[in-house]
């Protein structure tokens, strides 16, 4: 693996085209990312700094950044040790908050839920949880908590699984 990766986005604040920014409350938050051969993501604000709350904001993107980067760290390690994930699914949170005078991330938790075919190592699969955590790049580049607390079942379980959860920091 190369040692250097670049990656490119072309930011349009869009929202110019209903007037420049003449006073705070008036201007249109609305923008579109363009990366090379992707489908154009159009964004805003979130609605608390007058944005749209239909739109994705660049909050909602660095907690789905996170929780996917994890997603495909665990999924890269548990098809490496041999273990077959059949269903896994995120419901990330993040919280922003002022802090040392500044708003800011304070915490994001990952709660996945991941559901391994019977008889494959469940132990194993909850502890590659922790190892992705540690590998994630997006996770390596932010400076507060990323919290993970997995949960792990088998496929065809009865109605009370068994699970384990754990945390990261």
């Given at each position: ?11 349009l ?30 964004g ?8 749209d ?45 002022l802090?040392?005078g ?68």
């Amino acid at each position: 693996m190369a040692q250097q990766h670049e990656f490119r986005v072309r930011t349009l604040w869009t929202g110019a085209a209903e007037g420049g920014t003449a006073d705070y409350a008036s201007y249109s938050r609305e923008y579109a990312m363009e990366i090379d051969g992707k489908p154009t993501l159009k964004g805003s604000a979130d609605p608390a700094f007058r944005g749209d709350s239909g739109m994705h904001n660049p909050e909602d993107l660095l907690v789905a950044a996170l929780s996917a980067c994890h997603l495909l760290s665990y999924l890269a390690l548990c098809a490496r040790a041999g273990i077959r994930v059949v269903a896994y699914q995120d419901a990330a949170t993040g919280t922003m908050k002022l802090a040392d005078g500044k708003m800011r991330f304070t915490e994001v938790t990952l709660n996945p839920t991941v559901r391994i075919q019977r008889g494959d190592d469940a132990g194993q699969a909850r502890a590659l949880h922790h190892e992705a955590h540690a590998l994630c790049f997006i996770a390596n580049s932010v400076n507060f908590p990323v919290r993970n607390a997995p949960t792990v079942t088998e496929a065809d379980e009865a109605a009370s699984p068994t699970t384990e959860s754990g945390a990261d920091s």
